[in-house]
């Protein structure tokens, strides 16, 4: 979601150069947040701590967090190409679920104005009491849960070879390739330089995008 379908991504980045500069720290810069993309809450926010060395423990951090992103979550936009995709797919009856890493409370904040977000079929935040603590990505559970729910809901025996996941971070790629999906990746146009090797990465099992707007449906047999 954060910074695939919304552009919470450079929300994220604002809240936390605001409070990095309370410390004389800063600016969060991509080589950091590509380690933060798509983790649980607290595993990036003790990564952040680490990161920069700040002299606060992680609920002094979250509490700072909340004040900020809480003033800014309203201002959340889809990015380009992401409300047509969902449109597209919902009217088409493709069964698509959003498996996102926030918790329920921020899924909320972050999306409760932007009515296209109810054409998912099944939504699994990071705080769902059906993962185990421990697995969020680059783990593949939070995939094997959407996907569970979607078959259930549509009595189907949908496969993950036969599935897409969508991600812009690197954590969410490899937790899609665990998974066993095809993966559709669009990182964010100033994380490129910091990408690494994305051939290795994606190691042939989906495509790199600039945009959800270069996505050829036809490939996918959408």
């Known amino acids: 979601m954060d910074g695939l379908l919304i552009n919470t991504e450079d929300t994220y980045t604002v809240a936390a150069n605001e409070i990095l500069a309370k410390y004389g720290k800063g600016p969060l810069t991509w080589d950091i947040k590509l380690k933060l993309q798509g983790l649980p ?3 990036a926010g003790e990564k952040l701590i680490a990161a920069y060395q700040l002299p606060i423990t992680f609920e002094e951090l979250d509490k700072l967090n909340v004040e900020v992103q809480n003033k800014l979550w309203p201002s959340s936009k889809f990015l380009p ?3 047509e995709l969902i449109t597209y797919l919902h009217r088409r009856k493709i069964p698509i679920a959003l498996c996102t890493s926030s918790f329920k409370n921020k899924f ?3 999306t409760s104005h932007l009515p296209e977000m109810n054409n998912f079929d099944v939504i699994v935040t990071g705080d769902d ?7 969020g990505k680059p783990h593949p559970d939070i995939w ?3 996907l569970k729910l979607l078959n259930d809901k549509f009595n189907e025996k949908i496969s993950p070879e ?3 996941v969508f991600e812009d971070g690197i954590a969410g790629v490899k937790g899609g390739k665990t998974f066993g999906s095809q993966i559709v990746w669009v990182p964010h146009p100033e994380a490129y330089e910091y990408l690494g090797d994305t051939d290795a990465i994606l ?19 959408l």
């Open 41 to 43: 809450g607290r595993e």
């Open 81 to 83: 190409g992401a409300k």
């Open 108 to 110: 909320i904040a972050k």
């Open 129 to 135: 009491p059906r993962i185990p603590k421990g697995r």
């Open 144 to 146: 094997e849960l959407g």
């Open 162 to 164: 036969e599935t897409i």
């Open 203 to 221: 190691d042939g099992r989906g495509e790199l995008l600039k945009s959800l707007e270069d996505l050829e449906k036809t490939k996918y047999g």
